[in-house]
């Protein structure tokens, strides 16, 4: 099942410009031995979310413990095709998080490093921004 907020004070929201900022200051780690940061701004939808989560089940299994820092939180609308202008805002399409450089997308613990780091580099492939890995042990590891 898609990710989606169960409750917000509005659906339909403005649309935001693109921030392209520089790389931020990277958090912590708060929980796992290796994390993913992203390295560019962008939009992750709920879509790529629930893929990198199906990834990284199938990959790791029951061997690791998994911390997803992303969730959806701004929603995206379109009107129906062939219709009329006016009439208001179209539907909600689906919703996704907005993330800038720098943000602390995910968390792995418990499992061999050899596989973590190929989980990961599966899970680059499926995010619509670049983004880079880091281990708590050694400086980073693209």
């Not at 959806?72 to 909600?92: A, C, Q």
């Not at 190929?118 to 708590?136: G, P």
Request: charged content about 30%; hydrophobic content about 35%.
């Amino acid at each position: 099942m898609l990710l989606s907020p169960k409750k917000v004070k509005f659906i339909k929201q403005h649309s935001r410009k693109d921030d392209t900022k520089t790389l931020q200051k990277l958090g912590n780690f708060n929980y796992g031995y290796f994390a993913m940061y992203a390295e560019e701004s962008g939009k992750i939808c709920a879509k790529q979310i629930e893929a990198i989560r199906l990834v990284l089940r199938r990959s790791l299994k029951r061997q690791a413990k998994i911390w997803i820092k992303l969730y959806v939180h701004s929603s995206f609308t379109k009107k129906p095709n062939e219709t009329r202008l006016g009439k208001g805002k179209g539907n909600v399409k689906y919703w996704n998080s907005i993330i800038q450089p720098g943000k602390l997308l995910l968390e792995i613990k418990g499992c061999n490093p050899d596989i973590a780091m190929q989980t990961l580099d599966k899970v680059k492939h499926k995010l619509s921004i670049k983004a880079m890995v880091r281990s708590k042990y050694s400086r980073w590891i693209l």
